[in-house]
Structures are given as structure tokens and as C-alpha cells.
């Protein structure tokens, strides 16, 4: 593939296609191929990326070797327009990128502290904790926040809430909305809700919703919670390995949707608790074993702390392990006010 060359000679057309990332734009690839890729429906460079090549070859009908050649190049390409990082790249520019990495305020100062500024776009950022420790009203604070301008902590986008417990309340969207003096039938506008009833239905939702995210200017991603379809659907030891490949799948597909269309997912996600207890306390893990220990840019565990909540960075490549308090009230997360 030539990306310096205009296949079109500089026709309208390629500019259209240029912009839209089409795989049109694969112009060395033999027709029969295209249209076989075609038909699978990924007409995004970003969605060859977002598959892979194995999914592509299964989806495809296409050999592996061509579909390994198809995805190389369709990252050559999102190499070329900037969406993904060039190869050998010198560290001081992956910096200079970094510090202007887009951010979405938690709605609490000493949250965002913890998180470096905000929830990451083009980063994974799970919340663990027991029930009522304040992963969904993060999720519903976050998909308002989102709406805002920069100088106000969101990115002037929308968010889509994949909600797997039927926990999402548009009621507590116009209280958060209303606290924080924005307009809650605007701001309820710009949050896509998708209700996934199975794990096979979410990870349907999962890959139609690379449209939408396009199309409706998403910029972040929540999934509340990520695995408790998986955990009820896959019970006992015996389903256990398929369970942990079917969720291995889903996080680093949400990793690739993350970094090519460069937003921010938050995943809610549930807890165990382990047999590692200290000083008579029980202590908890996230749900999911090694799968989004790996995934998760950052995890953050929540836990209840009389009337406030505590967040503790738990992993992540760049923060040392510390903890915050915020706290929970009409205006969603927030500080927890001064006595
Ligand atoms: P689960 O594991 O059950 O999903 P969760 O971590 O998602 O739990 P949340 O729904 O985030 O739990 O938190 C629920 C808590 O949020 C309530 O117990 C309450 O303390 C607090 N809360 C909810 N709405 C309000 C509100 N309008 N004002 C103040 N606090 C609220
Ligand atoms: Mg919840």
C-alpha cells in the first residue's frame, strides 16, 4: 500500500474516503478481497483494527497470512493520520502527546488527583468495590461530566452507558445534571443508554457501537458492570476457562476501541472476596481473576467509609498506590465538604 501516492489522483472521492478511513483506502489489496471484507460489514480501517486479524480471518473467510497483511496495514495507515502511535517513536514525543491527553473529571478534585487529572481517554479505567461503594454513581456522574467544555473537566462529547444490571436511572442523570446547572433534558440527549441482557448480546452491543461512537461524538465509554453477565451465565469450574477466554476477548477489544477511536472507557466491575483477610478484615478482589488485572489501564478499589467513600489506586503503570476520600451527593461524586 502506497499512502504518500493518490491512488484517485487527488480525486474528491479519496479525499472523502481519507476521511472516513475507508478500507477503500487499502488500494494494493486485490479487489476479490475488498469485496469479501466488504461483505463482512467492517468498513473501517479502525474497525480492522478493532477486530484483529484471527476475528477477521474467522469473520472474513480471508487466509490469516492476508488478513495479518490487511491489519498491518490498516495500522500503517492509522500510523499515517496520527490516531495510533508510529512505530520507534522517541519517548520525549509520546510526552509531549501525553500532557495533552484528554480528561474527564470525576466531579471529585481529590479523584481526579488520584487519577492523574481524570478519567483517561484511550485508557481503561476500572472501579471495583461492594455494592453501594459508588461505581454506577461514578458512571452517571462521569456520562454528565463528559458534556462539559475542557475548562470545565469533560470533552464536549456524549457518552454511551452499556448498562448490564439495569441500573442506569435517568432520574439521577437530571438530579446530577440540574446540581451541576446544566440543562437535564440536553444532557440526557447526549448519553446513549444499551441495556445488554446476555454476555453474547453486550459484545453484540460492544461492536455496533463503534458507529454510534462516531456519529455521536462519544467520548466515553461505560460499561456497569463489565463481567456480570459472564459470572452468572458461566457457572462451576468446568465453564470457567471459557468464561475467562470470552472475557479475555471483550477486554481487548474495549482496549482497541479505546485507543483507536481515543476515548475514555470506565468499567464497573464487582468483587470477591479473598482468602487473604488481615486484622479481621475481609479484603476483596476484582471479579474476573487476571483478565482485567492485565487489561485495566488503572484500577481504582472503592469502599465505604461512614458517610464518604475511599478510592484507592490499586495498578497502574504510572501512579504510586495511594488513596482519596470523595463523597456522594446530589451533584453525584464530589469532595467531601469541610466541617
Ligand atoms: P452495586 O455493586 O450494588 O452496583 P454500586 O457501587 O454501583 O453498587 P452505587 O449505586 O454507585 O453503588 O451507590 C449507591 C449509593 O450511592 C447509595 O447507597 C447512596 O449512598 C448513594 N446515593 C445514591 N443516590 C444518591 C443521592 N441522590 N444523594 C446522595 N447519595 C446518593
Ligand atoms: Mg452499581
Redesign the pocket.
Known sequence: MNHGSDPDNSSFDHKSKKESLSIDLLSDLPTELLSQLKKTGLLSLKDIVIEGPFELSAKSGISMDDCNFIYNQAIAYLEDVGIMEKRFTPATTIYDKRKKIGRISTGSKNFDKLLGGGLETGAITEVY????????????TASVIVQLNRNQGGLDGGALYIDT?N?FRPE?IE?ISRARRQNPSQTLDNIIVARAYSSSHQELILSESRRIIEAQNIKLLIL??AISLYRSEYLGLSALSLRQQRMNKLVHSIMRIAQTHQIAVLL?N?VQSSPETGFGNTSFKAAGGNIFAHSSTYRIF?RKSNRNRIARMVDSPNHPESEIVFS???SGITDPQKI
Open positions: 468495590g461492594e455494592f453501594g461503594s459508588g461505581k454506577t454513581q461514578l458512571c452517571h444490571e441500573t439521577r438530579t456497569d458492570s464497573a464487582q472503592l456522594i451527593d446530589e
